[in-house]
């Protein structure tokens, strides 16, 4: 039973991943990482399967190894962002709406751009001794 609940919380992440490569202003990583999550605990086939997925796999690799955040991401993520503030602003959304949607999209890219956007960047970091991510 414990097993069919975590893929089903996995295979719905993963659609939702989908939809977020398609689908402006709604993130695929957070689903990748939690959908390969899911996955561990409920079907080793499908954890190794989204792990050798020509698109997601990459990224999962990079950010359980190292905490690489890819910066091509990072700019389309500011950009789908920006894109989704706009239309709010357009279609009559509050600006206290506005406002609290533009100061919580600040926070998530802050956090995203804390973290290395490559593997030699990764690396630079380890040798000149900076952190990697926010704590280490």
Same mark, same amino acid.
């Given at each position: 039973?414990?097993?069919?609940?975590?893929?089903?919380?996995?295979?719905?992440?993963?659609?939702?991943?989908?939809?977020?490569?398609?689908?402006? #202003?709604?993130?695929?990583?957070?689903?990748?990482?939690?959908?390969?999550?899911?996955?561990?605990?409920?079907?080793?086939?499908?954890?190794?399967?989204?792990?050798?997925?020509?698109?997601?796999?990459?990224?999962?690799?990079?950010?359980?190894?190292?905490?690489?955040?890819?910066?091509?991401?990072?700019?389309?993520?500011?950009?789908?962002?920006?894109?989704?503030?706009?239309?709010?602003?357009?279609?009559?959304?509050?600006?206290?709406?506005?406002?609290?949607?533009?100061?919580?999209?600040?926070?998530?890219?802050?956090?995203?751009?804390?973290?290395? #956007?490559?593997?030699?960047?990764?690396?630079?970091?380890?040798?000149?001794?900076?952190?990697? #991510?926010?704590?280490?």
């Amino acid at each position: 039973m414990k097993k069919l609940f975590w893929n089903i919380l996995g295979f719905l992440s993963l659609g939702m991943a989908y939809i977020g490569v398609i689908t402006p #202003g709604i993130p695929y990583s957070p689903f990748v990482v939690f959908a390969a999550y899911c996955f561990s605990k409920g079907s080793e086939r499908m954890h190794r399967w989204i792990y050798n997925h020509p698109l997601f796999g990459p990224f999962l690799t990079n950010w359980n190894t190292k905490r690489v955040f890819p910066t091509k991401m990072k700019f389309f993520m500011i950009a789908m962002m920006s894109t989704s503030l706009i239309i709010m602003y357009f279609t009559g959304v509050k600006l206290i709406g506005i406002f609290s949607t533009a100061v919580f999209m600040a926070l998530v890219a802050t956090w995203a751009w804390r973290f290395p #956007g490559s593997v030699e960047e990764h690396q630079r970091r380890l040798d000149s001794g900076e952190k990697v #991510g926010w704590f280490r």
